[in-house]
């Protein structure tokens, strides 16, 4: 299986699912939750064109002076720029706004910016708020953490010496149809992002290497030899030598298997990795 194929089979509840509404809960209204962020805010206050004579198939192409585009159909898209990114918002009919907001932020990581925005989701919620990992949203090499709770969904990476920052808002009603007509009108939005010049991402320079257990143990009565190696890569795809062979995907705390069969708790000592297999702690050495 390809590493295009394991986003799909093992963090289903990354973009397209993320913002489905109807399937994980992203599009419930919380009136009682602040917005996200100022950005956001200010997005959704402000007076947006209306896309009235628009070609329904018409797509225009937004460039940001950050490096990256995205594409938006303006009979059903508006677009605000601000000084930091933009907001999509659909201005169709809806339950309450509806938009992707685009930004960077510079100087900060990627979960200290998500923690300043989900502390402002409310009290009382934070267990509730589902954490994840999957690569960024246009690349297939580059890292990211999202954060979801109900009609919030946020994605951030490090990218060019700062973070960007993918922020949904979305406000259910009572068609289902239109909810997902919505959502699949945002998903083509962020799955559609391009970027002139992504560079290597140094967040987790001190991972990617050939980690080696080797020993003795008992077969048969007999001691035999073994090297058990973890090849760890800097696209985050690896590989696994133990009794079989498996390609496997690691994020910032786990080692999960290409199929998304298994999953094991790793941490880094110095030019140690350990690695969690049910319960016992087993050291690999760079």
């Known amino acids: 299986?390809?590493?295009?194929?394991?986003?799909?089979?093992?963090?289903?509840?990354?973009?397209?699912?993320?913002?489905?509404?109807?399937?994980?809960?992203?599009?419930?209204?919380?009136?009682?939750?602040?917005?996200?962020?100022?950005?956001?805010?200010?997005?959704?206050?402000?007076?947006?064109?209306?896309?009235?004579?628009a070609d329904a198939d018409e797509i225009l192409e937004y460039k940001d002076a950050k490096g990256w585009s995205v594409s938006y159909k303006p009979s059903l898209i508006a677009?605000?720029?601000?000084?930091?990114?933009?907001?999509?918002?659909?201005?169709g009919e809806s339950a309450g706004s509806n938009l992707v907001t685009i930004s960077y932020i510079e100087g900060k990581q990627p979960e200290e910016v998500l923690s300043e925005i989900t502390e402002g989701w409310g009290e009382g919620i934070q267990e509730d708020i589902i954490r994840t990992e999957n690569y960024l949203p246009g690349t297939d090499d580059k890292w990211g953490f999202w954060r979801m709770y109900q009609g919030n969904c946020l994605i951030a990476?490090?990218?060019?010496?700062?973070?960007?920052?993918?922020?949904?808002?979305?406000?259910?009603?009572?068609?289902?149809?239109?909810?997902?007509?919505?959502?699949?009108?945002?998903?083509e939005i962020i799955s559609s992002i391009k970027y002139d010049n992504f560079e290597a991402q140094t967040l987790f320079d001190y991972v990617p290497g050939t980690y080696t257990s080797a020993?003795?143990?008992?077969?048969?009565?007999?001691?035999?030899?073994?090297?058990?190696?973890?090849?760890?890569?800097?696209?985050?795809?690896?590989?696994?030598?133990?009794?079989?062979?498996?390609?496997?995907?690691?994020?910032?705390?786990?080692?999960?298997?290409?199929?998304?069969?298994?999953?094991y708790e790793y941490t880094i000592e110095g030019n140690d990795l350990l690695v969690n297999f049910d319960d016992e702690w087993v050291t690999f050495t760079k």
Do not use: P, R
């Open 79 to 91: 677009l605000n720029e601000f000084e930091n990114g933009a907001s999509f918002v659909y201005t």
């Open 1 to 53: 299986m390809k590493k295009q194929k394991l986003q799909k089979a093992i963090v289903m509840t990354g973009l397209i699912t993320v913002m489905a509404g109807s399937l994980a809960g992203c599009g419930k209204d919380d009136s009682g939750k602040k917005e996200t962020t100022a950005a956001t805010t200010e997005a959704t206050e402000a007076t947006t064109e209306e896309a009235t004579g």
């Open 157 to 187: 990476g490090e990218y060019n010496g700062g973070v960007i920052l993918f922020e949904v808002n979305t406000h259910e009603g009572d068609s289902e149809e239109k909810a997902m007509t919505i959502s699949d009108l945002l998903s």
């Open 215 to 263: 020993g003795t143990e008992e077969i048969e009565g007999e001691n035999t030899a073994y090297e058990h190696t973890i090849t760890l890569n800097d696209d985050h795809t690896g590989k696994m030598v133990i009794q079989d062979e498996v390609n496997i995907i690691w994020s910032s705390n786990e080692l999960i298997s290409e199929d998304g069969s298994s999953a």
